[in-house]
Each structure stands twice: as structure tokens, then as C-alpha cells.
């Protein structure tokens, strides 16, 4: 298929380059840490404002956060299912399940999405990232807390305004009002949007690179019995989703490629916050991105 090894090689020598000039202490995790802040707060919302103020949404899209919501429960619940046959520590299951349950659409999913699928696919995304990002700002923090050893109790009402002031849903909202009022951006803005958008793949794949991880011996067989729930069995979840809900065909492949996804970076930030293992959380975000990223490569190259 035109451009797939092209693709492929740029999306390697990008991890990398990450994990070389990590390697060489040449960048920091706390950089890295600043690089995705940069992508999450102020080039993603760019994008995804321009997607959802240009792309028609019909009532079906309606469904999407639904379906998003739905699948992180849905993921949830086989990782719960799946930890208690395993031998883990409270810390550790706590971590297991979040990096189970939680998917990296913005970070992670939308470049990608948008380089296979364009404008209505990244539209698609965004709207199922509706429904895991309020899981994973709000409810995915009572998950963790209920697993951290000192119990501390967090605020419900903090964690559903944390999610309604991030720049990124921010930008949903405008973007929806804009397509709704009927505003026609400018051709140059749309330029503007392609150059953001590689700019955000090339900072977001070596910031990634830096995070990425090998399994220590102790982990090896939590790393992969997680690793089965977000690639094969998420897949499936995703797809029998879309099949329920009727979704077009399109949307049903956004919407597996989405299921796909490596667990989203708050799981680290959650980890910090309530104790959990921070360590395992980390080596299981590295070990899924280096799976996952060639995996979505492919099957976006292939459905595209």
C-alpha cells in the first residue's frame, strides 16, 4: 500500500529519536511531561475546534459520547474482573485497572486519526473522547482513590469542573457552536490547522518515546494480561459497540481504532496522586504505546 513503510519508518525514527535523547539525558520527563501539556492545551484544541466547526454531525453522533462512556465502563469492568485472579497488591490492581479502562484519545489517538481519517474521523474521536474524558476526569479519579491505601476522599463536584475547563472540551463547545451558527472558517485557517496538526504528531511521538519502557521481571505478567484487555478484547468491545449502536461504517472503524488506544497519561498523573504504583503504571503506558502505536499504524493505513 502507497506510503505505509513511509509512514511506518517516520512514526519509528520519531520514538526513537524520543528514546535516544532520553537515553543520553539530552530531555527530561518533566520536558516531555511540558511537551504533551503544550499538545493537549494548546495544539489539540486548534484542531479539533477547526474539525467539529467544519464537519457536518449528524443525530447519530449523538450516540458517541455514550458509546465512549459505556466502553470505559465496559473495560472497567473486565479489568476488575480480570485482577482479582491476579496476584496483586491493592496499589498495583488500582494501576492495572485505570491503565486498562482509560484510552489516550487526545494525546495518542487524534493525530493519528486524523492523519487516516481527516476532519469527520477526528469529529468522531472527539466525541467519544466526551465520554472517556469525563471518565476519565471524574470518574476514573474515585477509581483510584478507591484503591489508594489511605483512602482519601475527593471531591466529585471538583473533578466535573476540572473536566468542563479543559481547553480541549473547551474547544468542542466552540466548535459545535461555530458549525451551528453556521460559521465558515477561512481556507488559510485550514492550512494554518494541517501545519498545527504535524507539528503535534512530530512533538507528541518524541515526548512518547522518552515514557516508553521495558516490563521488569515482576511485571511481565500484569504488563501482558493488560495489554490483552486494551488491544484484543478493547477491540472487540469497540466493535461490538459500534455494531449495537448502529453506527455507520466509517464510524465503526474510528470507533475500533479508539478501543485500541493505550491507556491515557492521566493514569500516571492518578497514580502519583493516590499512591498507587507509579512504576507499574508507567512500564505498562511504555510497553502499550510500543505495541499499540505500530498496531493503529497499521489497521489506520489499511481501513483508510
Known sequence: MPGLFE????????????????????????????????????????????????????????????????????????????????????ARKGAFILGCSTLNIGIIGLPFIELFFNAEGVATASLLDIGNSLYVFSIAFLVASGFNPSRREISLKSSFKGLFTQPYILSIILGLTANLCGLRLPESFGIFTSVISFTNIVLMLIAVGAFIRLPSRNTVKHVLAATAIKIPIGGLAGLTLASLFG?????????????????????????????LDLEFATILLGFTLTVGIPLITVYGLLLS
Do not use: Q, W, Y
Open 7 to 90: 509512514t511506518v519508518f517516520e512514526i519509528v525514527a520519531l520514538l526513537s529519536l524520543g528514546i535516544l535523547l532520553r537515553r543520553f539525558s539530552m530531555i527530561s520527563e518533566e520536558f516531555c511531561k511540558k511537551l504533551l501539556s503544550i499538545s493537549i492545551n494548546l495544539l489539540l484544541p486548534i484542531i479539533v475546534f477547526r474539525s467539529f466547526a467544519a464537519v457536518k454531525i449528524s443525530l447519530e453522533d449523538c450516540l458517541l459520547p455514550v458509546i465512549g462512556l459505556v466502553l470505559n465502563l465496559l473495560l472497567l469492568a473486565i479489568a476488575f474482573i480480570a485482577s482479582r485472579s491476579l496476584n496483586m497488591d491493592r
Open 247 to 275: 453506527l455507520n461504517l466509517k464510524a465503526s472503524i474510528v470507533t475500533v481504532m479508539v478501543a485500541l488506544l493505550p491507556p491515557a497519561f492521566m493514569t500516571i498523573v492518578h497514580a502519583s496522586a493516590e499512591n
